[in-house]
């Protein structure tokens, strides 16, 4: 009997991740390649599609398999894989049907009203879809249900593990050191000059440049491609077709370059799932925070070192003829990790990035909890950025109004960005002690690296939550410290203070 079910139970698995996989390929074709006029009927598709899961998800057959399965079964994969597809029932089974759908009717408005907004600098005209985005959120947090903080039950979806307590211990410490640290950065008398940076770069040796890159990260373009797009991404369509997009900005090599490595770490890790998972919802990477953890690992603690440009620096002027043939390296790379508060999270230094991720982080908090309202946002923004990072938005348009994520009802997502961060400094440590990683990133033969990855994180794909994942690593939970001790190593060193 047990073993029928197992068979339904993992059919009812295929059948759901074939679908998925249809959708990514769609979502992936319309951000690359498709022509404008296809998209309404595109989108069409994969909103029928995206039902068609949904049904999967929460069908009465798959609650009996749920119920018949859980706690009958040996097999730790299958196991695993009861547990999410449970998590996943009762997590869409709370929202009453038709709430749900009229939440995303107002999401797809809502992310409209929003482009419109930002390119007017009219935060009036988002405001009510973002009061009914925000209401919704707080009452399908009472419908997942919470211990202590309601923001809680939308930390959950991101980063499960992760709550209001734990951020609220880690993120003032860590805010303190940065803050400190940027003090002494901007009073040091030698700052660098990103002016050396500029040049005019062809897109097609920058994409040469790019994929090179790619192949020494050690990703398989038997199983990827490297496309163009206007906002880049990396998308797991399964283990053997792992696709990268990047940017090529013709004036500034910097979009392309960190932009592609950084797609290449989200990438690996999708490209390194164990095989046994495939067809299961466990084929996926863990949680946001880690597969951050996996990008900013290779964009900011590989490619930012100095190490990397002493090895890469020659064959990065080789593609860029018309530059940087008289700079000294010294200068090249202090110029790459010049620290400057700016007003937009996307263009910011690696410094001060988690400390725009604090200000959306306070902000989401009180609002889910019901401190304050939308009405109050761009006010609070503007202070909590002149509190935060010294600086104060002009206007909406470079302040409340600049992310995608709100529009789209996605709260809770924003602190996975800064908790990449610490894991990514926690892992790299810990990496450190295995291997010479300084001698190996100066070689440029990352293959020791990639499979230290692999066999640290990759392969168990979400058969593992990311702080049990991050315990069995470093034997240790989130640990603030070590991106500290990173960063005030790294820009003591680089800012002579
Ligand atoms: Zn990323």
Redesign the pocket.
């Known amino acids: 009997m047990t073993q029928e079910i197992e068979h339904k139970f993992k059919e009812l698995l295929r059948e759901q991740s074939s679908y998925s996989e249809a959708i990514g390929l769609m979502a992936w074709d319309m951000r690359t390649k498709a022509p404008v006029k296809g998209m309404d009927n595109r989108s069409e598709v994969i909103g029928v599609l995206s039902q068609k899961v949904h049904e999967l998800q929460t069908s009465d057959e798959m609650r009996s398999c749920i119920d018949t399965l859980k706690g009958n079964v040996q097999d730790p994969i299958l196991k695993r894989a009861v547990e999410e597809a449970e998590e996943t029932y009762e997590k869409t089974a709370k929202i009453p049907t038709h709430e749900y759908r009229e939440y995303v009717t107002l999401q797809s408005k809502a992310e409209s009203v929003w482009a419109k907004a930002k390119a007017e600098n009219d935060f009036e005209s988002f405001q009510p879809y973002l009061e009914k985005l925000v209401e919704y959120n707080r009452r399908f947090a009472e419908y997942w249900g919470y211990e202590n903080h309601r923001y809680d039950a939308l930390l959950n979806n991101y980063e499960p593990g992760v709550t209001v307590e734990v951020l609220d211990q880690v993120f003032p410490k860590v805010r303190k050191a940065l803050t400190e640290l940027l003090s002494n950065i901007q009073q040091a008398p030698i700052q660098p000059d990103p002016s050396v940076l500029e040049g005019h770069f062809p897109k097609e040796k920058q994409a040469q440049f790019s994929e090179e890159i790619l192949k020494r990260m050690g990703y398989d373009f038997e199983a990827g491609r490297l496309d163009e797009t206007i906002h880049p991404f990396a998308i797991g369509l399964n283990r053997n077709d792992v696709r990268v997009t990047t940017k090529y900005d013709e004036q500034d090599f910097r979009t392309a370059v960190f932009g592609t490595i950084?797609?290449g770490g989200?990438a690996l890790y999708e490209q390194n799932i164990s095989e046994e998972l495939s067809f299961t919802p466990l084929a996926t990477g863990t949680s946001m925070g880690i597969?951050?953890s996996q990008?900013l690992f290779w964009e900011n603690f590989i490619a930012r070192n100095e190490a990397f440009w002493e090895n890469h620096y020659q064959l990065f002027k080789a593609y860029a003829p018309d530059s940087f043939q008289e700079l000294p390296l010294d200068d090249f790379y202090r110029a790459i990790n010049e620290v400057k508060p700016s007003f937009i999270r996307i263009e910011a230094d690696e410094l001060t990035y988690c400390l725009h991720i604090m200000v959306r982080y306070e902000l989401e908090k009180a609002l889910i909890g019901g401190e304050i309202e939308v009405k109050d946002l761009p006010r609070l923004w503007n202070e909590k950025m002149k509190d935060y990072l010294g600086i104060e938005p002009r206007n909406d348009a470079e302040g409340v109004l600049q992310d995608i994520h709100w529009s789209g009802g996605d709260f809770g997502y924003f602190p996975s960005y800064a908790l990449g961060y610490m894991y990514a400094a926690q892992l790299s440590s810990r990496m450190e002690q295995d291997l010479d990683v300084e001698a190996i990133i100066r070689k440029g033969d990352f293959h020791q690296i990639k499979e230290w990855l692999t066999e640290n994180i990759h392969q168990y794909g979400k058969m593992k939550k990311p702080l049990q994942l991050l315990m069995d690593v470093t034997g240790e939970g989130l640990n603030p410290d070590k991106i500290i001790e990173y960063l005030t190593e790294k820009y003591k060193k680089i800012y002579q203070f």
Request: net charge negative; charged share 35%; no cysteine.
């Open positions: 950084h797609e989200h597969h951050e990008s």
